[in-house]
């Protein structure tokens, strides 16, 4: 007898992984800093596409804080990536691109349930060489962020590039994750370790349909980050 | 009369960590009581299979003794019953172990099938279809907005209070279907309003009516079902209406008469032909 195999609906949209990425292009950023920058974020653009999962799953935006902040590639599937040179310049007014991203990141969240669409916890990476200009900013936006945080509403990655960086304004960003250094300028290994590990919460069951339920799913399932090999000792 | 089938399979999420299944399912047929069970141990407690285990076999046992007993008339209390026996159940089997009972903590559907009543209750996100001549609805499903969505687990405290209780009147219901929340992308034709997928119920309840159903079949196809897009435990019970005169006495070749269930062979047919992973 042939195998018992109903049909099964085919059509459901996957659950999404939201991921903001908050790059710093502020002047001191011009030179081999752009350039490496700019290099690693295509061969995350060729990485996430090569992931079965995180190509469909994954969401990722990326925000500028330079002149201005910016968002540069509004919320776009991993399979429909593509790499945008950006250009160094400006101050670094880190505070406006916080408010900029958790206003994306609530706007997709809500788009997600108003989709019918199941979600993982959203990532918040924040990558700087240096400190906040827009200090009054940067504070209330920090305390957004932690906030944010604090609801399970928002998982934050700070990242600090260079001797100049200043770590202890991206403490004030996560009451649950140390900001770590990268290592040089090792973007590359970075972005290859983001698209990794945006592979590794895709392929986990660490979603729902709200943040309790995400929350819930994440103490089933927790998401095995692979090594930082990019960060600094 | 009714028919009955079902099985689990373990994720796939699970099998990468070397997690067992933490599903469990279970049915009894006896006198005109039919009573099915699914339950969903919580992934993230360490003894959860045990609870979802315990639970599914309490849970038939009591709701079958309470539906049997004479003169019983009160069917939302025979599924209070349920949930307050397996509560205590799991409490007891916790402290006997030094354990907490959140340790064990799972979802629970139960399902009673009488001879004028289809009685549901279910704590957590568990999901239960009834079908009428292939119109499917499902059954109180679980709330999904912010905040009330948790999966509540039999283990709580206050499990009773949050236990969906539904009394059908059975006429007119054909099929039963129940699941845990692993098959809900492959089910559902919408997850925020939980509306059924209606292909599959109507392949599974042909198939169940078929007489040559098994829970191996329902097992294989439920582990074949790799990308299901939730890589959780997969569980399917499948109950279906079959008449007494439904059933043929066939000749067999060897002159012995078996008892054959008549069914839509054509809807059986393509149920079972229909190949891994198409629409």
Known sequence: MPEFFPRVNQDNPDP??????????????????????????????????????????????????????????????????EPKTLRAGGATPMGAALNLALGQLAEQKQAYKEAGLEYYRPWLFVLTDGEPTDREAFAAAAERVRQAEANRGVSVFGIG??????????????AQRTPLK?????????????????????????????????????????IPLPPAGWAAA | MWKVTGASA?????????????????????????????????????????????????????????????????????????????HEQLGALASEQNQVPDDYATTLAIVILTRDLVCIGQVGDTIVVAGREGAYETVAP?????????????????????????????????????STDGLRYKILDDLATAVPFVP????????????????????????????????????????????PDDIQHTRQP?????????????????????PAGRA
Request: charged content about 25%; glycine content about 6%.
């Open chain 1, 16 to 81: 999404r992984i939201a991921c903001a990425l908050l790059l710093d292009t502020s002047g001191s950023m011009n030179g081999e800093p752009i350039d490496q920058l700019n290099q690693g974020f295509k061969l995350f653009c060729d990485e996430i596409r090569d992931d079965e999962l995180a190509k469909k799953r994954a969401e990722i935006t990326v925000i500028t804080f330079g002149d201005t902040a910016k968002v540069e590639i509004p919320f776009t599937e991993g399979r429909d990536l």
């Open chain 2, 200 to 243: 599959f119920f109507d392949d599974v309840a042909a198939y169940v009516r078929s007489p040559d159903a098994t829970a191996d079949a329902v097992q294989r196809f439920l582990a074949r079902l790799r990308d299901d897009q939730s890589g959780d435990d997969k569980t399917l019970v499948a109950a279906a209406r079959i008449r």
């Open chain 1, 161 to 174: 590039i260079g001797k100049a960086a200043n770590m202890d304004r991206l403490k004030e960003l996560s």
């Open chain 2, 10 to 86: 373990v994720g796939t999420t699970h099998e990468v960590i070397g997690r067992a299944c933490d599903d469990a399912s279970a049915w009894s047929t006896e006198a005109d009581v039919t009573c099915l069970a699914v339950a969903d141990g919580a992934g993230s407690r360490p003894l959860s299979s045990r609870g979802s285990a315990l639970a599914v076999e309490r849970a038939v046992s009591v709701a079958s003794a309470c539906a049997r007993e004479p003169g019983a008339s009160d069917p939302a209390a025979w599924l209070r019953m349920v949930f307050s026996d397996v």
């Open chain 2, 142 to 178: 679980s709330p999904r907005a912010e905040y009330v969505n948790e999966t509540f687990f039999v283990t709580e405290e206050r499990a009773l209070d949050l236990a969906r209780l539904t009394i059908l009147p059975a006429a007119g219901i054909d099929s039963v279907f129940l």
């Open chain 2, 254 to 274: 060897g002159g012995q008469t078996t008892e054959r269930v008549a069914t839509d062979q054509t809807a059986a047919e393509r149920a079972a032909t229909a």
């Open chain 1, 182 to 222: 990268l290592d040089g300028l090792s973007f590359r290994e970075f972005f290859s370790w983001l698209s990794a590990s945006l592979g590794a919460a895709s392929a986990s069951n660490a979603f729902g349909s709200s943040d309790t339920g995400v929350a819930q799913a994440e103490a089933a399932d927790q």
